[in-house]
């Protein structure tokens, strides 16, 4: 198929999915130069950078075989561009946008090119990776011990080690070491410490290795490898960079090493005001760097598409407390409901405190909202607050689930579900609980022909995974029809699926599960 004789004019090409775009937004999703693009809290700052990439796509302005890289903070938020792209494009433009978060795209490339890291700073290829929690780094350091003469002995040593502060410190010196090109000269005991890490992490029977050690390592091979440098450069003309003002420094570094003084055009989105990962190690100027090592435009958009009037109002006062020069945000909405949209609570107790939101989620069922649609943030300690809340909620038949739990090997909850084999799994799940569904149906179906690698032309080939699926859907629907008998019924039907889904057909389908244990 020749590409070119479908390709849309550039003055013909129209916004997909939504009325119109507000001026600004237009601006920039048909520029041709790098950009930062600020935004508040529903001004569709993902939706821009999917209308940009399909505008380079369906236009020819991202010329085939060249291809779009869309990095992300959170995997949900790269799971969900991606899809959006898939909603807008055709297949053989779809496929060449590339939607992932900064871990996986150094992880990405440290699994492909690990050898061409200049020892000694390669990891075994076999890596594990170190999900750490709150005691490691103390353990770490109150196991150090003979350290060189010239750092004082253990006097020194015991300076940087011992409470959860100096902890938290060392684990931000880890992740903001930059490998140098030569070896480092050490003159300081918390420079040898950090460099004992470094060798024990690599040099062990199996490298184990934290992300942001991952990114650095990335970046090292980057510099140290300026072919592999070409050879993203020339596959990538465009990168987006969603969640902009989380962005940490190694991220950055990796981001900035790999194209900068290029033609890829860089399109960075995000909110200044909106750094929820500051206590992560988010970058305070990170828009004004990224300005500077790109030549790019800063951009502002002022739609909220989400928020009526009378929240915008509260959110812009509280954008001017944080920037006295925030510019005011244009709602898009009109007024739909009638009950209060906003409201400051002020309890005495804690127990008031949940007997109200038990009231107000009662409510709120009453008027049609589905629990699903109910959320309670909250700025820390989430398990605590679950601890307290489910026996009340439960006494009122409301259900609870901490999205921020923390399961096995540190992985969140909330993290998990946007995990490709998860979503699977729930998938076929679904597909199974009901008899007839078309749209379950065509979702298993397209699942199932992306993993195993299913030509759409291959009639045999469909014809047998249509049989398959409908023999799986046969088995899986009678066992669902069965009253369930606790975890050990959902454990069967699981391990069903699973087995349905050979592993190594996931494996070479999700770049991400082809090393180690992910």
Avoid at 221 to 233: G, H, M, Q, V
Avoid at 375 to 384: H, M
Avoid at 453 to 459: G, H, L, N, Q, S
């Amino acid at each position: 198929m020749n590409a070119s004789n479908s390709l849309i004019r550039e003055e013909s090409w129209q916004p997909l999915g939504v009325d119109n775009l507000e001026t600004t937004a237009d601006q920039v999703v048909r520029s041709d130069d790098s950009c930062s693009v600020i935004a508040g809290p529903g001004a569709g700052k993902t939706e821009l950078l999917a209308q940009k990439a399909a505008y380079l796509l369906q236009t020819g302005k991202c010329p085939y075989p060249r291809r779009i890289l869309a990095i992300s903070f959170k995997t949900s938020s790269a799971k969900n561009l991606g899809e959006r792209i898939k909603n807008r494009c055709r297949s053989d433009q779809a496929v060449r946008f590339h939607s992932m978060t900064y871990d996986a795209f150094a992880k990405s490339l440290l699994d492909r090119f690990c050898m061409a890291i200049p020892q000694p700073w390669r990891p075994s290829p076999d890596y594990q990776i170190l999900f750490p929690k709150n005691d490691t780094w103390q353990k770490f350091l109150n196991g150090l011990d003979n350290p060189p003469v010239q750092f004082s002995g253990r006097a020194a040593l015991n300076s940087i080690r011992g409470d959860y502060g100096k902890a938290k410190e060392f684990e931000r010196l880890i992740s903001s070491f930059q490998i140098p090109d030569e070896w480092p000269t050490l003159t300081k005991i918390k420079g040898w410490a950090m460099i004992e890490w470094w060798h024990r992490a690599l040099h062990g029977a199996q490298s184990t290795l934290t992300f942001p050690m991952i990114q650095r390592l990335a970046e090292y091979l980057l510099r140290t490898n300026p072919r592999i440098i070409d050879a993203l450069r020339i596959t990538y003309a465009h990168v987006f960079l969603d969640e902009f003002q989380d962005t940490t420094k190694p991220q950055y570094q990796l981001v900035k090493t790999a194209f900068q003084c290029y033609d890829t055009r860089m399109t960075a989105v995000g909110d200044h005001k909106q750094k929820i990962m500051a206590w992560a190690g988010a970058m305070p100027a990170i828009f004004d760097e990224f300005n500077t090592d790109f030549s790019a435009e800063r951009k502002e958009l002022r739609y909220n598409y989400r928020s009526v009037p009378e929240l915008v109002k509260i959110q812009h006062n509280l954008a001017v407390a944080i920037d006295p020069e925030a510019i005011q945000a244009q709602s898009q909405r009109t007024k739909t409901l009638s009950v209060q949209h906003c409201a400051v609570w002020d309890f005495p107790s804690r127990e008031e405190e949940a007997d109200h939101l038990v009231k107000f989620i009662m409510e709120s069922r009453q008027l049609g909202i589905e629990p699903r649609e109910i959320v309670l943030l909250v700025r820390q300690k989430a398990d605590e607050m679950e601890k307290f809340l489910r026996p009340i909620f439960s006494q009122n038949g409301i259900s609870l689930r901490n999205e921020a739990r923390t399961l096995s090997k540190g992985v969140a909850i909330q993290e998990l579900w946007s995990e490709t084999l998860v979503e699977l799994v729930m998938s076929f799940l679904k597909f199974g609980s009901v008899k007839r569904d078309h749209q379950q149906w065509r979702s298993c179906y397209d699942q199932l022909a992306e993993i195993r690698a299913i030509d759409p032309d291959d009639e045999r080939g469909n014809r047998r995974l249509q049989d398959a699926l409908g023999k799986f859907h046969k088995s899986l629907y009678s066992q669902m029809q069965d009253k369930y008998s606790g975890n050990d019924t959902v454990r069967s039907l699981v391990a069903d699926i699973l087995h349905f889904l050979p592993e190594y057909n996931l494996i070479s389908s999700v770049p991400q599960y082809q090393h180690g244990e992910w």
